[in-house]
T-cell receptor
């Protein structure tokens, strides 16, 4: 079993839809949770970062962490074609001397006009 | 543009061969990370260097090695290549060993390796 599970998709939604992307994890020691966005033929870029359980909002994006269920989500409101990309969740133990992120396999999102 | 430069962008080689992938981190970043991305395994951490020293090791095969030079650029050497080594290899950098307060890594655009 992988430490981080993520549905690979693809997920296709119409423009303006609310998108929900999810990851589950098995290691309760993970403390830091991130969402990276990866456009085709590009490297991942950090989108959202959260530390504690609860919600964090940034514009159209909301990251949600439920440590008791070992479940994290990324919500995208009013989705746009420019949101079409692969979204990777990532988690870190943050050992303090090295940041070794554990990534999900990514969910490919396609927002259609 | 993340500021992380990787070369070459594409590489096609044969089984048994050896290749070197190069990475220049963002200006000022002391930490370099190497990741392998394949369709079935996702993004897998290989190894991290901080200011020239190995800091953390992940699922890196013995056939693979890396180093970080005094000018902070890094090279990933892949030898005795097998078909299964075909993947995207990403380099990432951060200022501190832990990636700063957010753990943010800045990724290059990757080197796509195809082993035939």
């Amino acid at each position: 079993q992988k430490e981080v599970e993520q549905d690979p998709g693809p997920l296709s939604v119409p423009e303006g839809a609310i998108v929900s992307l999810n990851c589950t994890y098995s290691n309760s020691a993970f403390q830091y949770f991130m969402w990276y966005r990866q456009y085709s033929r590009k490297g991942p870029e950090l989108l959202m970062y959260t530390y504690s359980s609860g919600n964090k909002e940034d514009g159209r994006f909301t990251a949600q962490v439920d440590k008791s269920s070992k479940y994290i989500s990324l919500f995208i409101r009013d989705s746009q074609p420019s949101d079409s990309a692969t979204y990777l969740c990532a988690m870190s133990l943050n050992t303090g001397t090295a940041s070794k992120l554990t990534f999900g396999t990514g969910t490919r999102l396609q927002v259609t006009l | 543009d993340s500021g992380v430069t990787q070369t070459p962008k594409h590489l096609i080689t044969a089984t048994g061969q050896r290749v070197t992938l190069r990475c220049s981190p963002r200006s000022g970043d002391l930490s370099v990370y190497w990741y392998q991305q394949s369709l079935d395994q996702g993004l897998q951490f290989l190894i991290q260097y901080y200011n020239g020293e190995e800091r953390a090791k992940g699922n890196i095969l013995e056939r693979f090695s890396a180093q970080q030079f005094p000018d902070l650029h890094s090279e990933l050497n892949l030898s005795s290549l097998e078909l299964g080594d075909s993947a995207l290899y990403f380099c990432a950098s951060s200022v501190t060993p832990s990636g700063g307060t957010t753990g943010e890594l800045f990724f290059g655009e990757g080197s796509r390796l195809t082993v035939l």
